[in-house]
């Protein structure tokens, strides 16, 4: 089971740090990704880690603003938001998936977090 924390409301150009906790993580066959649901939206793919930590993606919108990282050791991944908009409001959850490769996918994924809210706003 995942377990999500640090969601939360900030200022726009403010910051947080989600994390994200799994036994699966001490594991080099699980990869990890961080989805979000914005009101009125399908959920979308933010950012996705390799089993080895290695050789993250994000998407176009969080590009520079967004650092997914993992520690292994101790079973957590997290995702620190800097420089957040209000278009970065949304209920972010931590995904993880059985295969060594990042992917943007929900299909992809077997285990869900329940998801932590995000607020953005003045």
């Known amino acids: 089971q995942l377990v999500e924390s640090g969601g939360g409301s900030v200022q726009p150009v403010g910051a947080l740090t989600l994390s994200c906790a799994h036994s699966?993580?001490?594991?080099?066959?699980?990869?990890s990704g961080w989805f979000r649901e914005a009101p009125g939206k399908r959920r979308e793919a933010v950012s996705c880690?390799?089993?080895?930590?290695?050789?993250?993606i994000y998407v176009e919108s969080v590009e520079g603003r967004f650092t997914i990282s993992r520690d292994n050791a101790k079973n957590i991944v997290y995702l620190a938001m800097n420089t957040l908009n209000p278009e970065d409001t949304g209920i972010y959850y931590c995904?993880?998936?059985?295969?060594?490769?990042?992917?943007?996918?929900?299909?992809?994924?077997?285990?869900w977090g329940q998801g932590t809210q995000v607020t953005v706003s003045a």
């Open positions: 995904a993880a998936g059985g295969h060594n490769y990042c992917s943007v996918h929900i299909s992809e994924y077997d285990d």
């Open positions: 699966a993580f001490t594991s080099d066959t699980y990869s």
């Open positions: 880690l390799d089993s080895s930590g290695h050789r993250p």
